[in-house]
């Protein structure tokens, strides 16, 4: 089991070794709650972040499907 406040702050690489970011929150499906992304940050009214599903693995650093590109989603409430 892994708990969400250890993925704050791990460094997220893709499966061509490229620095993509750090894990700045986890992202949550209101319905479901369950994870549905890695948020690196914001950018004006959005977060950037990488859908969970293209996360390969996590340990040390968070590893990431290299095709998996970093997304703008509308900040909510």
Known sequence: MLRLSKLQGLRIYNDKAKYVGSVWD???????????????????????SIPFSNVLAIGD?????????????????
């Open 26 to 48: 986890v992202l949550l499906s209101d319905e479901e709650g369950r994870v549905v992304g890695l948020a690196l940050g914001k950018k004006g009214n959005s977060i950037l």
């Open 61 to 77: 650093i968070v590893l990431a499907r290299s095709e998996a590109s970093v997304k703008e989603t509308p900040k909510g409430p």
